[in-house]
């Protein structure tokens, strides 16, 4: 049986303005999953994520992490934050320290490891995200993609068992955009799960085990991330568009009578090989 890592119910959210920024949102997350959140500017998809971190509370509603209800308590909110890491869309929202290394060091050292494991942990993720030759610089001197990378290895040397990843991908460039996806399929496994909120429909469509689309402070859409790109009412309301390969992949299959063989490729290797081995060209 899977486990559910999270469940939220009835959650609402207003701000102090009158605002409805989430309207009696119910969601299931299962663990390990790699969850792509899709859905138009306003949807509600940052605040949903500052409520799983515990930084907002609900107007009304719950939210249990691993079959409990969240509390707001300091000792509850420190142990819930060990657990779920998030990453901010701005960069400067999170980092706040002299330097990178000093920035990426202040998780660590507030859970309590030894010096030489913070350091050990700090190093690695300072390796992984690219950012070693950049450790000594003040970050406020750095480019809003470093600011990126540093923010994010700041979250990974606290080994999280939960990520959440606002927009992690904008403001950087195809290379360090890979790069990025790549360490997080690197650090994926059944015991952590993984949210990233996006625009970006062929980064959701390649990456995702699931994906949830909001529209309005409300999930619209929660599934495979195929089906929902054939769903004409759930990309109108939420303004997405079609992938380019699932674009491709249905336009190609006009020119003959689709088969129950015909599994939707969702990479751009998997459509070459596929227009490759039926010769479909």
């Given amino acids: 049986m899977e486990e559910h890592i999270f469940n939220i119910e009835g959650l ?30 306003g949807a509600g998809k940052s605040t949903l994520f500052l409520h799983l971190n515990g930084l907002l509370q609900p107007t009304s509603g719950t939210i249990r992490y691993k079959g409990k209800k969240i509390k707001y308590d300091r000792k509850a909110l420190l142990s819930l934050r060990k657990q779920v890491g998030i990453v901010f869309q ?16 202040f998780g660590p050292m507030n859970l309590g490891w030894e010096r030489n494991v913070v350091h050990e942990k700090v190093q690695w993720a300072m390796a992984q995200t690219e950012v070693t030759e950049l450790k000594d610089r003040p970050t406020h001197f750095l480019s809003l993609g470093q600011k990126k990378r540093v923010a994010i290895a700041g979250v990974l040397a606290m080994e999280p068992d939960v ?13 360090f955009s890979r790069q990025i996806m790549s360490l997080l399929d690197s650090i994926h496994h059944p015991d952590k799960t993984i949210i ?18 909001m529209n309005d402070g409300k999930v619209i859409y929660q ?32 020119s003959r009578i689709p088969s129950e063989k015909d599994l939707v490729p969702r990479t751009k290797e998997e459509l070459l090989q596929k227009m490759e081995r039926e010769r479909i060209y």
Wanted: aromatic share 10%.
């Fill in 12 to 41: 609402t959210h207003q701000f102090a303005d009158g605002t409805f920024a989430i309207k009696n949102l119910s969601l299931t997350v299962q663990q390990g999953k790699k969850i792509a959140l899709l859905g138009n500017n």
């Fill in 90 to 105: 701005d960069p400067d929202s999170q980092l706040f320290s002299a330097n990178v290394q000093q920035d990426i060091s």
């Fill in 163 to 175: 990520w959440l990843l606002d927009e992690p991908t904008s403001g950087l460039d195809p290379y």
């Fill in 196 to 213: 990233l909120s996006t625009h970006d429909v062929n980064l959701a469509y390649q990456w995702a085990d699931e994906v949830v689309v």
């Fill in 223 to 254: 599934g495979d991330p195929v089906s929902v790109f054939h769903d004409e009412d759930v990309l109108m309301r939420a303004h997405l568009e079609k992938p380019w390969v699932f674009e491709m992949f249905q336009a190609l299959l006009k």
